[in-house]
């Protein structure tokens, strides 16, 4: 962070995560102003966010908002007055912002696409475990860059994987704002196509589907784009849904 510059925190063009909304305040504090873009398909609790902020106190022209896609991400990473840039996303999307924001002489951190694995021993707490394991894994439908989508089950912890999957099948799935939602639709058309589409190539590359989310029926919500907590077991690294995120209910 340069004093007194100007910092731009991105999310990628068609791809929701979570924002580098962390960034801005320590931004601030450092002395600088600081542009924020949200993803373009998930504005609002950034938007509600920054409004709240400027409640609070902080003066207009400090902390700014850009909406839109690639063409704003362009710009942002050629603006002269922008001295550096944080990213959340995909892979393809964060080495695209790299590239073009560093070959203008910006400091760039990106942080992209990630398998994010727990180790569980066998002398866990069993019951908080599993719970803990269905939310890490389920949670937000797995749209979000902390999501657990790799569990690996040390020892006599490995049989617990028929309680884990009873456990996921008990998971409501529904609009976001019905009562009792524990999994909400993705994010677009896109996002569920391409999760159907690395669950089949989990069973193509002979991973074991121990539960399978894809097309579930959602009463009231026929169309939406829901897929449903899916598991798979005796999954190995050389596997696609091993080595990319999947940003889905996947575990």
């Given at each position: 962070i340069q004093p007194l510059g100007v910092c731009a925190g991105i999310t990628p063009f068609n791809f929701p995560a979570m924002i580098p909304?962390?960034?801005f305040p320590m931004a601030i504090a450092c002395g600088n102003t600081f542009v924020l873009k949200p993803s373009e398909q998930d504005p609002m609790v950034t938007t509600r966010l920054v409004e709240l902020?400027?409640?609070?106190?902080?003066?207009a022209g400090v902390l700014n908002m850009l909406h839109g896609g690639e063409q704003?991400?362009?710009a942002l990473c050629d603006h002269p007055?922008?001295?550096?840039v944080s990213f959340v996303g995909s892979t393809r999307v964060g080495t695209h912002?790299?590239?073009?924001?560093?070959?203008?002489?910006?400091?760039v951190q990106c942080m992209m696409g990630a398998k994010n694995h727990a180790i569980v021993m066998p002398d866990a707490h069993k019951a908080q475990t599993l719970n803990q394991l269905i939310g890490a894994a389920f949670g937000a439908a797995g749209q979000r860059c902390m999501a657990l989508s790799v569990v690996v089950l040390v020892g006599d912890a490995q049989h617990w994987l028929e309680e884990l999957t009873e456990k996921a099948k008990l998971l409501r799935l529904s609009a976001g704002h019905e009562a009792g939602t524990?999994?909400?639709?993705?994010?677009?058309?896109?996002?569920?196509?391409?999760?159907?589409?690395?669950?089949?190539?989990?069973?193509?590359?002979?991973?074991?589907?121990?539960?399978?989310?894809?097309?579930p029926h959602v009463a009231g919500y026929?169309?939406?784009?829901?897929?449903?907590?899916t598991i798979f077991a005796e999954v190995t690294p050389n596997m696609r849904i091993y080595q990319q995120e999947v940003f889905g209910p996947v575990l």
């Open positions: 909304l962390w960034m902020a400027l409640q609070a106190g902080i003066p704003v991400v362009n007055q922008i001295k550096a912002v790299y590239n073009r924001a560093s070959q203008n002489g910006k400091r524990d999994i909400g639709p993705l994010i677009s058309c896109q996002a569920k196509a391409k999760v159907e589409a690395m669950i089949a190539d989990g069973v193509t590359d002979g991973a074991r589907l121990v539960l399978d989310g894809r097309q026929e169309q939406g784009n829901f897929v449903g907590s």
